[in-house]
């Protein structure tokens, strides 16, 4: 079976200081790895994404995230956290070793707050 | 490009009556998905589809039904609501198994 851990309920940081949201899965095969940001009332936007290759993705709005596979880590970062990314952010992932390849499984969320 | 479109946004039902969410997405997209997502649980999956006549069940499935019959429709139905039902449900669709989600706006369903 495969699994998402948003350890972090909420995270709250100043604007202009790094942001970090954290995300740990668990599958049996190799993972397939993304970030969604949902905004009040709105539905889930795609920020980024791990399939292969560089351990380091970068998404859009300036986010990034790394993947540590001995972790089995996928945390979400921005250098610079602004108001506006103030959101519900969603960890998801897919196991690409069995038959539901095409099924993901969502972290609970973490509420971001950037204060000002 | 419309993306993915649900109706109704809200609706009101009441214990035992039944009803169904559209979903239509204009990308060509072969993967289809519902979830509910209850406050601070995260999104679970209901029903999928990979493909026009292919449906399979996700976690979540018991009190819900879905068909397949176009590339671009996926409609849920809801059979002999329940106050258990009451919850956010989002389609959402992928262009393959590896592919991004694409979320519709959401349709929420109270039942009382």
């Known amino acids: 079976a495969q699994s998402v851990a948003q350890p972090e309920d909420q995270v709250n940081v100043a604007e202009g200081n790094p942001l970090t949201v954290k995300c740990t899965y668990s599958?049996?095969?190799?993972?397939?790895l993304f970030w969604y940001v949902q905004y009040p009332n709105r539905g889930l936007q795609f920020l980024l994404k791990y399939i292969t290759g560089d351990n380091l993705v970068k998404g859009s709005y300036g986010f990034e995230a790394e993947f540590n596979k001995s972790q089995t880590s996928f945390h979400l970062k921005k250098p610079s956290a602004l108001v506006s990314d103030s959101a519900l952010y969603f960890c998801?992932?897919?196991?690409?070793?069995?038959?539901?390849?095409?099924?993901?499984?969502f972290g609970d969320g973490t509420t971001l707050t950037v204060k000002p | 490009n419309a993306g993915v479109t649900q109706t109704p946004k809200f609706r009101i039902l009441k214990i035992g009556q039944s009803m169904t969410l559209q979903c239509t997405q204009d990308m060509n997209h072969n993967y289809m998905y519902w979830y509910r997502q209850d406050p601070g649980m995260g999104l679970k999956l209901i029903y999928y589809s990979v493909g026009a006549g292919i449906t399979d069940k996700g976690e979540v499935p018991n009190g819900y039904n879905v068909s397949r019959s176009t590339t671009e429709d996926f409609p849920l139905r809801l059979e002999l609501a329940a106050p258990s039902q009451t919850s956010v449900y989002f389609c959402?669709?992928?262009?393959?198994?590896?592919?991004?989600?694409?979320f519709g706006e959401g349709s929420r369903l109270t039942v009382l």
């Open positions: 998801a992932v897919r196991d690409m070793g069995n038959t539901n390849a095409g099924k993901s499984t």
């Open positions: 959402a669709s992928s262009a393959g198994w590896d592919g991004e989600l694409f």
């Open positions: 599958v049996s095969g190799n993972p397939y």
